[in-house]
């Protein structure tokens, strides 16, 4: 019971600091399941993100995951229900207002303060992947070609996948 209020309460919190999608979470839930409770490994973590980016729906899914491996399925349904109620209840409530009010200094204030969060945030997250994925030259390589290719470029990430995923096939990133 104490894990499934963890869960809750935890993600509770993730859902409501989750400005801009929940990756760029992705370093405080790392630090939670991983470090703190040791519910999953590293390696579990970038595979559930993983799979959580592949399948169709939110991309908050990996939480779901963490949720099952923590605590079965009462752990699925608890980490799902504290990351999705939440910030749902928070838009709905505060939505409208915002609509009412999008011309208000204080609106423009607060938007223009969580982009650079929300930035910083995604930053942190994407650093703490690259650490856990990039354990070799050949993928650290992989990781910095397609920054660049995508700062530099308008591929379409796709394409990006689609390379990475025959890199992989061929067996060069192992």
């Known amino acids: 019971m104490n894990t499934l209020i963890d869960l809750f309460l935890h993600g509770s919190l993730w859902s409501l600091l989750a400005v801009g999608g ?6 405080d839930i790392h ?4 470090e703190t409770r040791h519910w999953i490994t590293d390696a ?27 605590a079965g399925l009462p752990g699925a349904f608890t980490a799902t229900l504290a990351k999705c109620a939440p910030s749902s209840l928070l838009a709905y409530l505060v ?5 009412r009010h999008e011309r208000s200094p204080w609106v423009r ?9 929300t930035v910083g945030l995604l930053a942190a997250s994407s650093a703490l992947l690259a650490r856990e994925v990039d ?16 700062l530099r470029t308008r591929w379409n990430p796709l394409w990006l ?5 025959l890199l992989g096939l061929t067996g060069w990133l192992m």
Request: no cysteine; net charge positive.
């Open 22 to 27: 929940t990756n760029v979470t992705l370093a």
């Open 31 to 34: 630090r939670y399941a991983v």
């Open 44 to 70: 579990q973590f970038v595979t559930f993100f993983s799979l959580a980016q592949a399948a169709p729906g939110p991309n908050g899914m990996a939480v779901t995951l963490i949720g099952l491996q923590a």
């Open 95 to 99: 939505g409208g207002w915002v609509d």
């Open 109 to 117: 204030a607060v938007r223009a303060g969580l982009a650079p969060i």
């Open 135 to 150: 354990v070799n030259v050949a993928r650290g390589l992989v990781t910095l070609t397609a920054v660049v290719v995508t």
């Open 161 to 165: 996948i689609a390379a990475g995923a």
